[in-house]
């Protein structure tokens, strides 16, 4: 575990902010987050979940939003998303590799 969360907020309607110990701040859109949970059902059998891969979201074209969100001890965040799927566990690791700032994406 090399990341630590400092703070979630949601930034917008459409867009969750993480802020990180190290002072780093990643902007994550809640439908790119729900499209890369990392659970088996969404992932399907132990593969490496990729960020950008897209699943069909069964919202019905509501905005997909989390109704809470929980820590999972101090090394991931559990995502209660409106479309009722919470097997999501996602690792900080994760969610850091995967930030979309423009630092992050030209660095990685
Ligand atoms: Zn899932
Ligand atoms: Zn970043």
């Known amino acids: 575990m090399k990341y630590r969360i400092k703070d979630i907020t949601e930034f917008s309607d459409t ?17 790119d987050l729900r499209s890369a949970c990392p659970c088996a059902r969404c992932t399907g059998h132990g593969e490496k979940p990729r960020f950008k891969k897209i699943i069909p979201l069964s919202t019905g074209g509501q905005q997909v939003k989390p109704d809470s969100i929980e820590y999972v001890g101090n090394y991931a965040v559990k995502f209660f998303w409106n479309d009722k799927h919470d097997t999501g566990i996602y690792t900080l690791d994760y969610l850091r590799e995967n930030c979309t700032c423009e630092y992050c994406t030209v660095n990685s």
Do not use: A, C, P, Q
Not at 15 to 31: A, F, N
């Open 15 to 31: 867009t969750l902010s993480i802020s990180w110990e190290d002072g780093h701040e990643s902007l994550y859109l809640y439908k």
